[in-house]
Structures are given as structure tokens and as C-alpha cells.
């Protein structure tokens, strides 16, 4: 192998893909990035073995097609430290490559390309997608904090797609909130769904760029494949069954509190300050016109409350949220004006965009209540 790069792209294609490389791993050769270079390109692979990442960069210089396994870590840290110019690399034994920069060189080990474990990608049936790039990243920002860490129930611990004809919905759940993204933007030709575990969907959020205009999804039963630009994400999916989420999400909810969002979010931020450290409970007291907000901490004599003006229809209501989970939701969604509502004491609060703002806001979600004194 041997050609020469601009050290600026370089550095930037190995951190894009770098979030692939595991901090250990039972299999040394991982901890590498596998170049490739063909045709003028270099493509560059980085892989924990459940999730892959891969790009392609053009090069300036290409005299000797090859693929060797380059240290990721002394790559990076050689390259950060180098002003932007043409960098060359340069296999020069069976074991050792040659990098070259204006003023100086540095000789570092590589491993055979061979001992590289090959890629799992998706298969022959695997349906494809298109979906708006910025649309993407807002469902997985919108919904990945509420997905779970529960090791008996692994389809939890990812966002769930469910693709239909008329529009698509992320949906992710802890037991305790959960959040539904709808896109009308993404409309697949049949019914179909896929979990995909937080990791790799946080990692997908970061790496796609504003100047990505849209992302191609397809998926099998174990593998799903993201491919924009000259970038591709492949993972290992989520094995298991979602559970029916549409048949949770309360309908007949006939109390309404319309508030505006922020004020609402703002409110409970500040008395959630004495709320006790530990359960972070709070407590809502509704009477039409006006929701009055009140946490306490006995262990240290601390209370706080606050009334606020605000559109409330129903029967005088008492209600306990933990005060963590519902400021999440608040601060994830957009709309000005937020519609709660409430069934009981006991049963789950829905909260959703007002009627005027529907059609922009594409976030919904249900909050589960807690028992109070």
C-alpha cells in the first residue's frame, strides 16, 4: 500500500468511525482500523463485532492498491497532532507501514487485512427504506432517553421503528414514560418493524451531518444497514417482540390541563429543587384555572410550591410524577402549548402537542403517576 492523503480528512473519516472500536476487546485485531485502498478511494472500517462502521475518502495520491489493520489509537493520537498537510503511508515490510509528513516520519506495526473478521451485512430479503435524514435524527434525539436498561427484557432497551404505508413511528419505553416520534416524511411499502438498541442509535444521531439530506435504511430480521454519503452503519438488531404500545396510550383521558410548555417546564424545575433527592417526587393539586405544584423533603425540612394560572377542565385532581422523568419529556418536545391528560390519580397522564400545533409537533408521550401521601 502506498499513498497520500490530506491529514485533515484522514483524521476526520477515523473519527467518524472510531465510535466503532471497543475500549477491549476479546479479539485484538478489532482495536484496529482496516484501510483498503482501490481505485483512488480508501475505505475505512471500524468494528466491535455487534456494530460496524464504514467510509470512503477520496485520496490524493494512490501508487500501490492494498489492505492492511492500522492501530486506531496511535493513528488518532498521531494525526490530531499534526497541522493540516499531505500525509503519506506506505507499507514498507510484511509487519510495519511508514507515516510521512512534511518535517518528519513515524514507523508503526500493522496486522494482515486477512486476520480482519468479516462484516455481517443484511440479506437477500431485507426491505429497504428511505428516510429524511433530519427527520431520523430528530425521532432517535426525540425518544432515546426513554429507552430502558433491562436485561430481561432486551427489546426495551432500544427504539422501536414501526413502518407503515401511511407514516412511520419511533416509540421508546422504560415501563415508566413512553414516547412516540410520528414522521409522515417515511412511508414504507408494507408494514415492518425493527429495534434498534440505543447504542447504535446514539451513535447513528452523531455521525450524520447537516449536510446529509437523507438516509437508506434496510433491515432483515437480525441485521438493519444505514447508508448515507460515502458512510454506512451496519448493527446487529434487537431480538425480540415490542410490546403492543398503541394499546397503552390512554384514550379517554377526561380531564384536560392546556398550559404553555415552557412555563410548565420552568415551574417544575424550581420546585423540584426541595423535592427529597432520592424519588424526586412532586405533586400536582388541579382545580379548574389554576394547577398548583409541591414537592418536599421532610428529612430536611425543605418545601416549595408554586401556583400557576393555566386551562384546566375537569374534576379537582391530586397527582404525584417524579419530577426527573417529566421535565424529559417536557424538554424534548417543541410545541408552545402542551396539552395533559389525566384519567385519575392512579392511571397514566398523556401529554401531546394542542390542537393548533398538531401537525408540526410529532412527539407524544405517557407519563406513569406515583402514589403520594
Not at 44 to 51: K, N
Not at 335 to 344: H, I, R, S, Y
Amino acid at each position: 500500500m502506498n499513498l497520500t492523503i490530506s491529514s485533515t480528512n484522514l483524521l476526520k473519516a477515523l473519527m467518524d468511525v472510531s465510535k466503532a472500536i471497543p475500549s477491549k476487546s476479546p479479539l485484538p485485531i478489532l482495536e484496529n482500523f482496516l484501510f483498503v485502498l482501490k481505485e483512488g478511494k480508501l475505505e475505512i472500517t471500524a468494528s466491535d463485532s455487534e456494530l460496524t462502521l464504514r467510509t470512503s475518502i477520496e485520496v490524493e495520491v494512490a501508487d500501490e492498491d492494498g489492505s492492511i489493520a492500522v492501530p486506531a489509537r496511535h493513528m488518532i493520537d498521531l494525526l490530531k497532532e499534526l497541522p493540516d498537510q499531505p500525509v503519506g503511508i506506505k507499507t514498507v515490510s510484511d509487519s510495519s507501514f511508514e507515516c510521512t509528513w512534511a518535517s518528519g516520519n513515524s514507523a508503526l506495526p500493522y496486522f494482515p487485512a486477512d486476520d480482519y473478521p468479516d462484516i455481517a451485512t443484511t440479506g437477500a430479503d431485507a426491505l429497504k427504506v428511505e428516510f429524511p435524514a433530519e427527520s431520523l435524527v430528530e425521532g432517535i434525539q426525540s425518544t432515546i432517553y426513554a429507552t430502558a436498561d433491562d436485561e430481561i427484557r432486551p427489546a426495551m432497551n432500544g427504539i422501536f421503528f414501526d413502518l407503515a404505508p401511511e407514516s412511520t413511528t419511533l416509540v421508546a419505553s422504560d415501563s415508566h414514560k413512553l414516547i412516540c416520534y410520528t414522521t409522515k416524511d417515511v412511508k414504507a411499502s408494507e408494514k415492518a418493524s425493527f429495534i434498534l438498541h440505543k447504542k447504535p442509535a446514539g451513535v447513528l444521531r452523531s455521525i450524520i451531518g447537516k449536510d446529509v439530506e437523507n438516509v437508506e435504511i434496510a433491515f432483515d430480521s437480525s441485521t438493519a444497514q444505514f447508508t448515507f454519503g460515502c458512510t454506512t452503519m451496519v448493527c446487529r438488531l434487537v431480538v425480540g417482540k415490542y410490546p403492543k404500545y398503541r394499546d397503552v396510550i390512554p384514550m379517554n383521558n377526561a380531564n384536560v390541563l392546556q398550559i404553555d410548555r415552557q412555563l410548565l417546564l420552568n415551574t417544575v424545575k424550581r420546585v423540584a429543587v426541595c423535592a427529597n433527592k432520592a424519588s424526586n417526587h412532586i405533586k400536582f393539586t388541579l382545580k379548574e384555572g389554576q394547577l398548583e405544584i409541591s414537592a418536599q423533603d421532610l428529612g430536611f425540612a425543605l418545601a416549595a410550591y408554586e401556583k400557576i394560572n393555566c386551562n384546566y377542565s375537569g374534576e379537582e385532581l391530586t397527582i404525584g410524577f417524579k419530577s426527573t422523568f417529566l421535565t424529559e419529556i417536557l424538554a424534548n418536545m417543541s410545541c408552545n402549548t402542551l396539552v395533559m391528560k389525566f384519567a385519575d390519580a392512579r392511571r397514566a397522564a398523556l401529554l401531546l402537542p394542542a390542537e393548533e400545533e398538531s401537525e408540526t409537533e410529532k412527539v407524544c408521550g405517557i407519563l406513569m403517576p406515583i402514589m403520594i401521601q
